[in-house]
């Protein structure tokens, strides 16, 4: 579905990505691991066209996407969805419009056919009879569950979701994953999920890639990933405990 193949990203003399390869498959979650800084959600952006790589090329489902134009990324586009960290919603829009959004900026269905989509899309993130809600009227997870409703309103093929969990508590991180499962079941899609949660990642992916320092340096199924022994994936993990113990 996605392939990368010696892709690179610089910003000035900044090397954000070093010559990425990386193959993701057809229906499979993979989870995007790494710390602050190492490149994760830049990785994203090239993905979704936001950014052009320096060097290198991207497939999405065959398309090779870094010399498309506007237009034709646009296209490609429809076919992926995007939760963003903060949810992204319009403020100024309720939360039926927010979800319908994409569906009336670039399909010609009819009013009723969106409303229709809206209130199933709510129905599946578990969000009955929001729709004439305003964002401000949102808790933190219900607006990543309105932005997820948003991404999947396209029918896309593939959802990216950058720090899908970030500002929730943990009951809510854990009702976050279920549901990016249940979209895995429910929709077949590809799911690439940039995650700084470890245990998040273990839930939710078929398989773990850590980025450290802009390189790929580990790409594995979740069990296998757990036994590697790369001194950078352990201090990375040893991180994350240290950082919960300390009530970071």
């Not at 399909?107 to 129905?123: A, Q, S, W």
């Not at 009955?128 to 409703?149: H, Q, T, W, Y």
């Not at 890639?209 to 201090?235: C, N, T």
Request: net charge negative.
């Amino acid at each position: 579905m996605i392939q990368l193949k010696d892709v690179c990203m610089t910003f000035g003399k900044k090397v954000a990505l070093d010559h990425i390869n990386l193959t993701i498959q057809d229906g499979e979650t993979l989870a995007i691991i790494g710390g602050s800084g190492s490149g994760k959600s830049t990785l994203l952006r090239l993905l979704i066209g936001l950014i052009k790589p320096t060097s290198g090329k991207i497939w999405i489902d065959g398309d090779e996407i870094t010399h498309m134009t506007e237009k034709e990324l646009d296209t490609v586009r429809m076919r992926m969805g995007m939760v963003f960290q903060y949810s992204a919603l319009f403020d100024s829009m309720t939360v039926g419009e927010n979800v319908a959004f994409g569906l009336e900026e670039h399909t010609k269905k009819k009013k009723t056919e969106i409303e229709r989509i809206v209130k199933e899309k709510l129905h599946l993130v578990g969000l009955d009879g929001v729709e004439n809600l305003m964002p401000s009227e949102l808790s933190g997870g219900m607006k990543k569950r309105v932005g997820l409703a948003r991404a999947i309103a396209i029918e896309p093929e593939v959802i990216l979701y950058d720090e899908p969990s970030s500002g929730l508590d943990p009951i809510m991180t854990e009702k976050i994953d279920h549901l990016i499962i249940h979209m895995q079941e429910e929709l077949h899609v590809t799911s690439v999920v940039v995650t700084h949660d470890m245990a998040s990642a273990c839930r939710i992916a078929d398989r773990i890639a850590m980025i450290y320092e802009g390189e790929l340096i580990a790409v594995a199924p979740v069990d296998a990933f757990m036994q590697l022994k790369d001194e950078r994936v352990q201090a990375f993990f040893h991180s994350l405990k240290t950082g919960k113990e300390q009530g970071h």
